[in-house]
């Protein structure tokens, strides 16, 4: 019996010793260890762009974009083009650029005969100047001409090739 107890008393003091020893490892590696660096955000200044190239961007831009699309025998002007139209405007309508013109050409399909085409021509690049004399351009900076059909964009007798040249564009002179 006395084994027995002795036994019992060796799993306490084994179970009581292993408990303190877990305990203070655990308190060991908490004061032991650095405290996480947590770093603070950089912010980066945005670098002052030179004005002379931001403006020439923008020049650039506005050349690319430069062509309006129209309906079969319409002249009136869609909302995407409505939008195209609308950033010319703006970059025309800065008092840096007023000295800056833009001729609008009208240009149909080969449907029609030479002189409706002509007509409708003429209707379309005036509806693409209102628009942008209505957003602040000066008439003064606006031309407009007719090309008809005689300047296809696209060869073909399809609606793919007269869908490409029922258009209005943007000629930047100078």
């Known amino acids: 019996m006395s084994i027995i107890k002795l036994g019992k008393g060796l799993v306490v003091l084994a179970s009581a010793t292993f408990l303190f020893a877990c305990a203070g490892t655990t308190e060991e590696s908490q004061t032991t260890a650095p405290p996480p660096v947590v770093e603070e955000p950089k912010v980066v200044e945005p670098v002052a762009e030179d004005p002379a190239v931001v403006a020439a961007r923008e020049n650039a831009a506005m050349r690319e974009a430069r062509k309006v699309y129209f309906d079969f025998d319409d002249d009136t002007v869609t909302a995407e083009g409505r939008a195209l139209l609308e950033a010319h405007a703006w970059f025309l309508s800065k008092a840096e650029n007023a000295g800056i013109v833009v001729e609008v050409q009208g240009h149909c399909d080969e449907r029609g005969t030479p002189a409706y085409n002509l007509a409708l021509g003429e209707r379309r690049a005036k509806a693409v100047a209102q628009i942008l004399m209505l957003n602040g351009v000066q008439a003064s900076q606006i031309k407009t001409v007719s ?28």
Do not use: I, K
């Not at 793919?160 to 943007?170: E, K, P, T």
């Open 147 to 174: 090309h008809g059909e005689e300047m296809p964009e696209a060869e073909g007798h399809d609606e793919s090739a007269w869908s490409q040249n029922r258009r209005g564009v943007l000629v930047y002179e100078g």
